[in-house]
C-alpha cells in the first residue's frame, strides 16, 4: 500500500493530504467535543483565559 502511494502521487500530494488530515481530524474533533459538552466551550473550567484576558486589558490601559 505504501509503495503504490509513493508511486502514484507525488510528495507534496502526500503532504497535502497528510496536513490537511490532520486538520480536519483536529476541527472535527473540536466541534464534536464542543457539541458534546457545551460548557467547556463556554470557558467555564478554562481558568487561564481568563487570566491572560486581564492581562491584556492592564497592557491596553498602559
Same mark, same amino acid.
Given at each position: 500500500?505504501?509503495? /503504490?502511494?509513493?508511486?502514484? *502521487?507525488? $510528495? *507534496? $500530494?502526500?503532504? =497535502?493530504? $497528510? @496536513?490537511?488530515?490532520? @486538520? @480536519? %481530524?483536529? =476541527?472535527?474533533?473540536? @466541534?464534536?467535543? +464542543?457539541? #458534546?459538552?457545551?460548557? %467547556?466551550?463556554?470557558?467555564?473550567?478554562?481558568?487561564? =483565559?481568563? =487570566? $491572560? #484576558?486581564? +492581562? #491584556? #486589558?492592564? /497592557?491596553?490601559?498602559?
Amino acid at each position: 500500500m505504501l509503495l /503504490w502511494l509513493l508511486n502514484h *502521487f507525488s $510528495t *507534496f $500530494t502526500l503532504a =497535502v493530504i $497528510t @496536513v490537511g488530515g490532520t @486538520v @480536519v %481530524l483536529a =476541527v472535527a474533533g473540536s @466541534v464534536l467535543l +464542543r457539541r #458534546r459538552y457545551p460548557s %467547556l466551550a463556554k470557558g467555564e473550567h478554562n481558568d487561564m =483565559v481568563g =487570566v $491572560t #484576558r486581564r +492581562r #491584556r #486589558r492592564q /497592557w491596553r490601559r498602559c
